[in-house]
């Protein structure tokens, strides 16, 4: 449990990190409440894009200190079902058709406690009871999941989430629609009721498909069995037709059919079988259904409120998708972080952009730039670097001690706005803890790539200054034609949302597309194992919930729950 004065202590290293932080980063970019919709413009300095760096992450230090809770009091769930009263044979019984549906939702089978709800030979108050304990453990693993999003251990209902969800059976009961308590709790990202589709699928018919030895990459001309292999396995995959004959080359055919297949995984379309596409491949039907069932978990923890106006980005399907009153906006393609630098997955609130920013080197990204301008110092004036000392004032990369290097290094570069500054034209700032933002990029040809994973972290988008005009929308005349006057220069200009939008950055290797269709991505990340394994851990140690069977010699049914 944190404290009160672990608290206070907490709050006061970031508010030391606030005051550390440099002067320039902070007299440029005082923070400003929303709802201002005031906007500056940048001087001659790097504050405008520092404000999204150091003293944004100590502003997400010190909120996460401030919201940390103590330890909640997990749900005595037996002792809340007393508390849900009016239950009727109607009532009951629209509840058990609810909880049939448990498997559609990739979670262990409630159908114990439905058969029970539903069995006349059971005392009535015994049947609400079992209706109780059976909403509250539903309605909880869809509003919040199987699994602690964190712990990646089983997750359990607390007090105030059970009340919440006794209240929201109360209002059911009074409206006459039972299912609408359950239907509140499920979650409203728009795909899922297309992986929820295909989680009946796949129980109603689990996918048997042939594997393709292990063994080199194949690719044109190749031939042999393995060769024959990956074309019954494509032929599975509805992706080449079946009249085909044992021992043909690798053709046109089959190449065409393995790009079709890579790009519909995220993977590069060369058309050659190479490792990645192998083991894409040879993921076992049994290893696939718990993806759509970790894929399914992960959705349920997301956030409800998602926000009026709200960004998604899915890392490992390249893609950004603003969201306005439940219908889509905009899509664009978006670049993540390479695998040694992978982007994180989060939500925060945008609070503002910035057109024309500075760029703020990181210390990684210092280093070998400092190591070429002592090699070369004109590199300096020739790329528009700034170099600055401790105190933050701007110095000549003459007036740099190199004797410091690799001893407490007490200087930092940054590169103002312009044609090779990899920020490009906009960045879009919500505070966080990993210093993660949405930012426009000088190489925008490699847009056209289908795997964009070579970011240092950061999420670059495509056609940047739409989405800023879609940010900015109705906002103090910040129209299309502004912004690009604006991009058109070379002064940096801040300005403040009147209206945070939420950003949720989720990495989902299964996804479902607007046709209905659900695609397998490419496990970019390396993370899905990880996910798969707790989750069904945790599907196992739930399974087989539910009322015993067994009856006591009067014939009265035992009352003792699992």
């Known amino acids: 449990m944190i404290r009160f004065w672990q608290k206070l202590a907490i709050a006061g290293l970031a508010m030391l990190a606030l005051a550390g932080t440099s002067a320039w980063a902070l007299q440029d970019l005082a923070p400003r409440p929303v709802g201002t919709g005031t906007e500056e413009t940048g001087t001659e300095g790097p504050g405008t894009e520092e404000a999204g760096t150091e003293d944004t992450a100590a502003e997400a230090a010190l909120v996460e200190a401030l919201d940390s809770d103590p330890v909640r009091p997990v749900a005595d769930i037996a002792y809340w079902s007393r508390q849900i009263g009016g239950w009727t044979e109607a009532r009951r019984e629209a509840l058990a058709l609810e909880l049939f549906e448990a498997p559609s939702h990739g979670l262990p089978s409630l159908d114990a406690y439905a058969n029970a709800i539903l069995d006349p030979a059971r005392p009535d108050a015994e049947r609400d009871h079992l209706a109780g304990i059976a909403y509250l453990t539903f309605a909880g693993w869809l509003e919040h999941g199987l699994l602690d999003s964190e712990t990646r251990t089983p997750r359990h209902l607390f007090d105030e989430e059970a009340e919440q969800l006794v209240r929201r059976i109360g209002w059911a009961f009074e409206a006459g629609d039972v299912g609408q308590a359950i239907a509140d709790s499920v979650p409203r990202v728009r795909d899922y009721d297309a992986l929820r589709h ?182 300096v004036r020739d790329l528009g670097f700034q170099i600055y000392n401790r105190a933050g004032e701007a110095i000549s990369v003459y007036e740099v001690d190199w004797s410091r290097w690799g001893n407490d290094w007490p200087y930092r570069m940054s590169q103002p706005p312009g044609p090779t500054n990899p920020m490009g034209e906009v960045k879009f700032i919500f505070p966080n803890r990993f210093n993660v933002y949405i930012h426009d990029t000088t190489e925008r040809d490699q847009f056209v790539r289908t795997r964009r994973d070579f970011s240092a972290g950061c999420i670059r988008v495509q056609d940047p200054l739409a989405l800023a005009a879609w940010v900015l929308e109705g906002q103090d005349d910040w129209d299309r034609d502004r912004i690009d006057a604006v991009a058109a220069g ?57 009322p015993s069977p067994v009856r006591l010699a009067s014939g009265a049914p035992s009352a003792s729950l699992d």
């Open 490 to 546: 070379s002064s940096p200009r801040v300005v403040w949302l009147d209206e945070r939008i939420p950003v949720h950055i989720a990495y989902w290797t299964v996804v479902g597309d607007d046709d209905g269709e659900v695609r397998y991505l490419n496990d970019l990340y390396r993370r899905d194992n990880g996910v798969i394994d707790a989750y069904l851990a945790a599907y196992e140690s739930r399974s087989g919930l539910g």
């Open 198 to 379: 295909e989680m009946m699928r796949v129980l109603a018919v689990t996918p048997i498909w042939p594997g393709v030895d292990t063994g080199p990459s194949l690719s044109r001309d190749d031939a042999g069995h393995r060769v024959d292999q990956l074309r019954t396995r494509l032929t599975a995959e509805g992706l080449l037709d079946a009249r085909w004959q044992e021992g043909q080359p690798y053709d046109v055919r089959l190449e065409t059919a393995v790009r079709r297949y890579q790009g519909r995984t995220n993977l590069a379309p060369t058309g050659r079988m190479d490792q990645a596409t192998l083991r894409q491949l040879n993921l076992p039907p049994d290893r696939r259904i718990g993806q759509l069932m970790a894929n399914l978990e992960q959705r349920r923890w997301r956030t409800r409120d998602l926000g009026r106006r709200h960004i998604w980005v899915n890392l490992a399907d390249f893609r950004l998708e603003a969201w306005e009153d439940g219908q889509l906006a905009r899509e664009h393609e978006v670049m993540v972080g390479a695998q040694a630098s992978s982007t994180p997955e989060f939500s925060e609130e945008m609070r503002y952009i910035v057109l024309n920013p500075w760029w703020g080197l990181p210390a990684g990204s210092a280093r070998p730039r400092f190591q070429s301008f002592r090699r070369n110092p004109g590199l």
